[in-house]
């Protein structure tokens, strides 16, 4: 079974095998997490993304999909790119949030990865409200037969670092 750790921090720091990048469907960078991590990482990470473009995601990643790439300069092996959904109250699009995780997880079993830090996707620009993100994306790992064992949430501040211990037993 995982166990799921909690650090308040900078996911670019983190000493993981995989680190999950809360992408846009371009990959090619963007604000917030995937804009740190592409910075953190340097031109390598976005030159594998314009590959990935070039081949497989030509009209880019579709929404709860995930893809891995090179961490280039972080201190982790792989990126795997996920692209969360856009909150909306007259939608529940919670089954496509709840797959980021599970689909990252698959990417990473393929790649053999043990330890993989995800963020709080889909929490800043897509206004995902941090409590239910929490919720759904804890359930989800827990949910998910997976070869990880350790999944670490890397929480930017302390409003989503004590929304994702709340969901902790």
């Not at 960078?29 to 081949?55: M, Q, T």
């Not at 529940?92 to 995780?101: E, F, G, I, Q, V």
């Not at 670490?152 to 004590?162: C, G, K, Q, S, T």
Request: proline letters at 4%; aromatic letters at 6%; glycine letters at 8%.
């Amino acid at each position: 079974m995982v166990t799921i750790t909690l650090v308040q921090g900078n996911i670019t720091q983190q000493h993981v095998d995989a680190v999950v990048n809360a992408a846009n469907s371009s990959l090619l960078g963007g604000g917030g997490v995937d804009g740190a991590i592409h910075r953190a990482g340097g031109p390598a990470i976005l030159n594998a993304c314009r590959d990935l473009r070039a081949s497989h995601y030509g009209k880019g990643l579709p929404t709860g999909k995930a893809v891995a790439t090179t961490a280039g300069d972080l201190p982790a092996r792989w990126v795997i790119h996920t692209v969360g959904p856009v909150y909306s109250q007259q939608e529940d699009r919670s089954h496509l949030l709840a797959s980021c995780h599970r689909e990252s997880l698959r990417v990473a079993d393929e790649l053999g990865a043990k330890t993989v830090a995800f963020p709080a996707i889909s929490t800043g620009v897509y206004s995902w409200p941090v409590e239910d993100a929490a919720r759904i994306a804890v359930e989800a790992v827990r949910a998910t037969e997976t070869s990880v064992e350790e999944v670490r949430f890397v929480l930017f501040d302390e409003r989503a670092y004590e929304a994702f211990a709340a969901q902790m037993p």
